[in-house]
């Protein structure tokens, strides 16, 4: 079982490193298409695009329709669920939950479960007591599962950067946290939003955060290099080992 992460591609039209984040976006996806062996599906953990805009979604939807496998897609800060939703409705997957995009992969041998921390209007991130509700529903579908979490803001203070905290209050991450750790199924959490690379812990459950997709946003020190090519992170889940997972940079053609 092999999941490809990806996050933060921050697709827009106005920019003008615009052409550059969809370069970055499709040179991914043409890599992820060449490996041998191919992962089993594709995870965005949001900012999928930077204003949220339908116009948007539509050419993010076109640069994600070259890949060859699934993709689930979960809202970051930049994103608005309403025309997430109106792009991607036709993949099925989103519609579980009418408030908030948090669902279920059930397909593999780990679970994926997918939650939403978006707060509109806000860069950081929120988990309410609805979603707290829902994520122990989630959890308690099959609970003997072992399962991964994926979700846009690192629940744990990232020291690099000018704001340790992702979230709105210190309080609403501890709250998260928490719930988190209600299950003892959760083996891995895996986020984006910081744009760099980094490790964390909730608990005894490892985070990893994945750098962003588009180059020109990414932050942390790089070889000159490396600074044009995108970095994903690919995850392999063993029944027996759990997960491991390495850096995946995609090179200049
Ligand atoms: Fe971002």
């Known amino acids: 079982m092999i999941i490809a992460q990806i996050s933060d591609t921050h697709i827009a039209l106005d920019t003008p490193d615009a052409d550059r984040r969809i370069r970055d976006f499709e040179r991914t996806i043409d890599d992820i298409n060449s ?7 594709i995870i965005h953990t949001g900012d999928i695009v930077h204003n949220g805009t339908l116009d948007e979604y539509v050419l993010a939807a076109t640069i994600m329709s070259k890949a060859k496998l699934p993709i689930h897609l979960m809202v970051g800060n930049k994103d608005d669920r309403f025309n997430l939703r109106k792009t991607f409705s036709s993949s099925g997957y989103l519609a579980s939950n009418p408030d908030f995009v948090s ?7 780990v679970r994926l479960l997918m939650l939403d921390t978006l707060h509109p209007g806000s860069n950081k991130g929120d988990f309410c007591e609805d979603r707290i509700s829902d994520l122990v529903d989630l959890i308690g579908a099959h609970p003997e599962r072992p399962t991964a979490v994926f979700a846009h803001h690192p629940p744990f203070h990232v020291s690099e950067g000018p704001d340790p905290l992702h979230f709105q209050t210190d309080e609403i991450m501890q709250r998260f946290r928490r719930a988190l750790q209600r299950s003892a199924s959760i083996v891995g959490i895996f986020c984006g939003h910081v744009h760099r690379g980094v490790a964390g812990v909730v608990g005894n459950i490892p985070v990893l955060v994945v750098p962003s997709i588009a180059t020109t946003l990414r932050k942390g020190e790089y070889p000159p290099e490396l600074t044009t090519c995108p970095i994903y992170h690919l995850h392999k889940y063993d029944p027996d080992w759990g997960f491991s997972s390495e850096i995946r940079i995609v090179r200049d053609q």
């Open 35 to 41: 490996l041998d062996p191919a992962p089993d599906v």
């Open 103 to 109: 669902y279920a992969i059930e397909d593999f041998s």
